[in-house]
């Protein structure tokens, strides 16, 4: 059984910053792909960041470019997103995803496994 857990979500103010760690732990594999998703409820679930498994390519969606920074510790079987700058409109459920790839992808149906979400709240 496959288990990714996040953690580091909150409440904040704008312009704080959060981290967030996704966990993975159970039949661990170098996953290719790890991702960053988030949602709003009623609405689609919506691409983040995401990082190959030796962090030679990374792609942001435009929204956090030069705000949010993803990395993995393959050791730790960790990926984290240091998000700066937030914003109200960053709020939103985060989700961390495994893939196997080998393309980096911003569609949810190319991710195999999927964490529970932890909420971050940006306040005005």
């Known amino acids: 059984q496959v288990q990714l857990v996040e953690s580091g979500g909150g409440l904040v103010q704008a312009g704080d910053s959060l981290r967030l760690s996704c966990t993975t732990s159970?039949?661990?594999?170098?996953?290719?792909?790890m991702g960053w998703f988030r949602q709003i409820p009623g609405e689609e679930r919506e691409f983040v960041a995401a990082?190959?498994?030796?962090?030679?390519?990374?792609y942001y969606a435009d929204s956090v470019k030069g705000r949010f920074t993803i990395s993995r510790d393959n050791a730790k079987n960790t990926v984290y997103l240091q998000m700066n700058g937030l914003k109200p409109e960053d709020t939103a459920v985060y989700y961390c995803?495994?893939?196997?790839?080998?393309?980096?992808?911003?569609?949810?149906?190319?991710?195999?496994?999927w964490g529970q979400g932890t909420q971050v709240t940006v306040s005005s």
């Open positions: 159970g039949r661990t594999f170098s996953y290719p792909i």
């Open positions: 995803a495994a893939g196997y790839g080998p393309q980096i992808s911003t569609e949810v149906a190319s991710y195999d496994y």
């Open positions: 990082i190959t498994r030796n962090g030679a390519r990374i």
